[in-house]
């Protein structure tokens, strides 16, 4: 069966810093996936910038309990806030149609037809030893991560990390050097996985045919001057197909000013495709006011 699911992070909500801004998107992230009707919504890490205050946890709590209401819901342990320090729990203690997954460490979730590999952001004991002892970490789990999916035939399999890759571009377009943990490129290439979804670097970008960094919901900083918002991806068989027909991946951008809209001819025109597939929903979802929300297809990159 297909599986569609939702891959935002880096949120980043702040009570004193674009706190509306965040909100309003937030509140369109979960109205949109609930249209777009999600088997799964997965929040991959910073869910606010400093340890969660009162009226930062409760309007996570209400979106968090609208998402699982409809799907059931992954919540992956970022860097910001208190995060790796218990600040999820709370979360991950609201209750909802469906469960919401807590992953403060790596893992492994089964969901109906999906097996799930996480990498949350690691605690800093595990990153005290060499770079060269971190990377090989690393690659173990992730050869552990495909011997769980080998044990899997037939069912869609993905893998969620927050961490730095080497060679991926931040905002400024400068690439990210030694500024948080960050692993190679390889042994995510080698992961039998169908999607990998990554948060912690805000810009949205591919680093290989199958591996994403979705950016961030919205601007956390005014120097963040790229299109903002999450993926919405469908994988259509189990299987890993060569030429990516098996998936596709919709960047539902959010930005201003009023209303979603269906495409127009422009932005039809201006929209780019990932995969074999051209044709796109088309529907007007309500969203909150001073946020416009479009859409676009990416393109696999060959390599």
């Known amino acids: 069966m297909p599986l569609r699911f939702c891959h935002a992070g880096d949120f980043h909500l702040d009570e004193d810093r674009y706190f509306a801004d965040t909100a309003q998107c937030l509140e369109w992230l979960v109205a949109d996936g609930i249209q777009s009707n999600v088997d799964l919504f997965v929040i991959n890490g910073d869910l606010t910038t400093y340890k969660a205050t009162i009226k930062e946890r409760n309007l996570w709590v209400d979106r968090l309990v609208e998402m699982a209401n409809h799907a059931q819901v992954i919540l992956v342990a970022g860097n910001h806030g208190a995060e790796l320090e218990g600040d999820l729990y709370v979360f991950a203690r609201a209750r909802g ?51 769980r999916f080998d044990q899997c035939p037939g069912r869609h399999k993905l893998f969620f990390g927050h961490f730095g890759v080497a060679g991926a571009k931040v905002s400024t377009g400068q690439p990210l050097v030694g500024r948080c943990a960050e692993y190679p490129l390889d ?117």
């Open 187 to 303: 042994p995510l290439r080698n992961l039998m996985a169908q999607y990998i979804g990554l948060s912690h670097v805000h810009l949205c970008q591919q680093l290989a045919p199958r591996i994403w960094y979705a950016g961030s919901l919205s601007r956390c900083d005014y120097s963040e001057v790229e299109d903002k918002g999450y993926h919405l991806v469908t994988l259509h068989a189990p299987e890993v197909r060569p030429d990516l027909s098996d998936m596709d991946i919709e960047f539902r951008r959010s930005g201003r000013p009023q209303t979603l809209h269906e495409p127009s001819r422009v932005a039809t025109k201006e929209r780019t495709t990932y995969s074999r597939r051209s044709t796109a929903s088309k529907r007007v979802i309500p969203i909150p006011p001073l946020i416009e929300v479009g859409w676009h297809r990416l393109t696999h990159s060959g390599s």
């Open 97 to 147: 149609k469906y469960p919401i997954h807590l992953c403060t460490e790596p893992g492994v979730i089964e969901i109906g037809d999906a097996v799930v590999t996480v990498f949350p952001y690691p605690r800093k004991a595990e990153t005290a030893g060499s770079e060269q002892n971190l990377h090989d970490a690393f690659a173990r789990q992730l050869d552990a991560f495909n011997k």
